[in-house]
C-alpha cells in the first residue's frame, strides 16, 4: 500500500487533487483509515492516477475522465475531448474572423451630407419578421420580392423610375418590417397593386444622407449592422438631432459586385 504523498509523488497527482477526487468517486483510496482519515493507495492504482494525470493536464473535464476510469476508455475519451477542442477552435477562429472583418468595415470612411429631396411615389412590399431573428431575412427573400414587384410595374407601365430602396422601420408586436421599394413615375393606383404590395409616397423632406464604398477585395460580415447605418447615427449624435420615428432607408449604387456604394438615408425634416 502507499499512503497518499507517495502515490502523489508517483502519479505526479497533487494531494489536494487526490483528496478533490476521492470526493467526487473519480479515484476512492484503496484503504481509509477510521481514526486519523489517512488515505492509503494500492500499486494497482497507479496506472489510474497516471492516466487521471494525462487527461487532466490535457483539459479533459472530471465528468470525462471519470467516465475513462470507470469503463477503461482513456483512448476514446480523449480522442473526443480532441475532436471538441478543434470544433471549438475553429468557432472561435471563425469568431475573430468575423469581428476582424467588421472592425475593419467600420473603419473605412463614411461620407455624411444633407441634401433635399422632392416628393418620390413608389410601390412596395414588406417582409415582416420578429426583432429576435432579423437575420432569418436572406439577400435572396429580398430578391424575390424585388422582381415580382418590377414584374408589377414593368406590366402596367408605371416604372420603375430609378434605382430601388429597402427601409427598415418598427413593426407591430415585436416586429420589425424591412419594405422592398421601387420608385415609380407616378402614384400606383390601387388596381396595379398585387396581393400584398402597396402603393405609397415618400413626402419631400431634407436628408441625411451617409455613403459607404467597401475597400476593395473586403467582405461585409453577414449580420453586422452595416458601416454605412452605424456612420449615420454617428453623425446624429454629432449633429444633436433628436428624430420621432426612425425609417432608415438604404440603396446599393453600382452594377458589379466589386465595384458599388452603399447609399443609407434618414429623413431629419419635412
Known sequence: MLGIGEFAGLTGLSVKALRHYDEKNVLVPADIDERSAYRRYSEAQVRAGVVIQALRGAGVPLPAVSDAIASGGAERVLVDHRRRVLEQRESEDQAYSTAAG???????????????????????????VSVDDVDAVSNEDANQVFSALFAQLHGSGLGPSGQFWTALRAGDRGTVELVCCWPTFSSVPESACGPESFSGMLPSRTELVATWRPVEGEELPDGSLHPAIVGLFDSIADRDLSLGDVEVRQTVLGQSEDDYTVEVSITVSR
Open 102 to 128: 467588421v472592425l475593419r468595415a467600420l473603419a473605412v470612411p463614411v461620407n455624411v451630407s444633407e441634401r433635399t429631396m422632392p416628393a418620390q411615389p413608389f410601390l412596395g412590399q414588406a417582409i415582416i
